[in-house]
Structures are given as C-alpha cells and as structure tokens.
C-alpha cells in the first residue's frame, strides 16, 4: 500500500486493497488519509478518491514519519487539538488508536482517542459473547460492553467482525438486540460499520429459504409426469402444507377430495404418518 507502506494485512483491519495504473492504497487507508477527499462520484478512482489527490497525498506525506514505527509516510493525524502524532493506518491500529468510520472520518491517537463511560462491573471472569475467551476486567481498547444493557462485553476485534459481516442493517447488541444506541457507541469507538446488506444476504446464502416448495412428497407419486408437475385444478393440483409449507403432495397422491383448499403434512398433523389432509381430505 502506498499509505501504509505494508504489503500484507488484516483485511478486516484496513479495507480492500485498490489497485489501478501502478498505485496501490487500502480502503481505510484512503478514508483516514488527513490530507485527502472525495472529490468524485462512488465509482470514480478509489470510492471516490480521484488518483491525482492520491498521488498528491502520497507527495505530502513523503516524509511525514510515523511516532509508532518511525518510517515516512504516516498519512493519518490525531484530531485533538494541538496533537502532533502523526501514523500509519495500520500501525495506530496495532497501538490502540482509534479512527472513525462516521461524519468527518476522524482519527485520534492512543492518548487522546475517545473512551467507554459504561459502568459495568465484572463479579468472575466474563466470556467474550462471541468468541468465549475472557475479556479484560474494565471496558478498554480492546475490550468493549454495550451500553445499553453493560451485561454484552466482547473483544474490538470480535466485534470488528460482526459488524463487518452483519452491517448497518443487522447489526446490533448480540445480548439485549438494542440497534440505535449500540451503533451509535460502536461507530464512536471506531468500529467499522458497512451501510449495505449482510454479507449472508449479499452472498445469497440463504436465497433457498425464499423459494417456494414446489415438490410431491407423497410416498409415492402416482404422478405420470413426476413429482415436480404442478396444476391449477385436478389430481394433478399441488397442495403444500398448511402449517410449514416445506412439504407438498398432488391432490390424488395422498388422496385429498377434490374440493379441499388445504392440507397438512404427517410432520404437523398428529397422523405421525408423513402424509396428512384437512378440510375436504379423507
């Protein structure tokens, strides 16, 4: 990365690494970049960061050197006033620095980056809600707790995850479900937060629980056509349980009379047989 100047890192940590005619930065690396902004639409240059400001970006920061690694090119500046740290994304990261993905994209060094308020007392040693490993005694850097209910505490890099996989539209406290307040603490903190869909949505893991069953499970499918005709009236009609749905049988294969509107499956009726009817079956 030409920010960061590091070759390999935590994709979690620092975005997706952009490549085009030579240059190559980081996503986050881009968002904190003090001297840098987004002068073009989305789909121009970088998420909007037009090349030529990179470029320039990179020349004025050329021989700004970080306080935490001490190389050139430290690109991200503490916010707080009269600071004079200046760091690389990824090393303010690995030191406890915080920067924001909100407003202004501010970023803060350890010294001056913002802090939980949360009274919330530990009696034992608490588990991390997400990875099961205890967590530190007080709400720190790496340590975070909702502020809702001060009971869900978890690792940063824990909760980085979930947020990067539940996004603003899923993403709340794993304990007490609270979304506006926690996402709000979260984003003050540093927490990277998408506005998009899951990632389970987006990927479409779970696009089969949308489709409509559309099958004969009868034991045995009388069917000449096989199992997946379907029609509008007839023996051939396909009925799907009136309870779960994830079941269907055509209307002569488990002999349901010809005037009924529904049917249940074996599974959800008390036959215990697999093959069941209602109103209008025998």
Not at 18 to 44: F, I, K, M, P, T
Not at 88 to 115: N, T, Y
Not at 126 to 133: A, G, K, M, S, Y
Not at 137 to 144: E, F, H, I, V
Request: glycine residues 8%; hydrophobic residues 30%.
């Amino acid at each position: 990365c030409g920010l960061c100047r590091r070759a390999h890192c935590d994709p979690e940590v620092v975005g997706q690494l952009c490549c085009q005619d030579g240059l190559c930065v980081h996503e986050n690396c881009l968002y904190h970049a003090s001297g840098l902004s987004q002068r073009g639409a989305d789909e121009e240059g970088f998420y909007g960061f037009l090349l030529p400001d990179i470029w320039q970006e990179l020349e004025r920061v050329a021989q700004k050197r970080c306080c935490i690694c001490r190389l050139r090119g430290a690109s991200v500046t503490c916010q707080r006033r009269r600071c004079p740290r200046s760091f690389h994304f990824p090393c303010g990261s690995e030191r406890g620095c915080v920067s924001q993905f909100f407003g202004e994209f501010k970023s803060f060094c350890w010294k001056h980056r913002p802090v939980q308020r949360v009274r919330a007392v530990q009696r034992d040693q608490t588990p991390c809600l997400i990875c099961q490993e205890v967590v530190a005694r007080r709400p720190c850097y790496d340590t975070l707790v909702c502020p809702t209910c001060a009971s869900a505490w978890f690792h940063r890099c824990c909760i980085q995850g979930q947020a990067l996989r539940s996004a603003l539209h899923h993403f709340r406290c794993p304990l007490c479900q609270d979304v506006d307040a926690f996402q709000e603490e979260m984003f003050r903190l540093g927490i990277k937060i998408p506005d998009r869909d899951a990632a389970w949505e987006e990927d479409g893991s779970f696009a089969d629980h949308h489709l409509r069953h559309s099958s004969c499970d009868a034991s045995q499918c009388l069917c000449p056509v096989g199992r997946e005709e379907a029609e509008e009236k007839g023996p051939w009609k396909l009925l799907l349980c009136s309870s779960c749905g994830s079941r269907g049988t055509h209307q002569l294969c488990s002999a349901v009379g010809e005037d009924a509107d529904s049917w249940e499956c074996g599974d959800c009726s008390d036959t215990g047989t697999g093959e069941g009817c209602s109103r209008g079956g025998q």
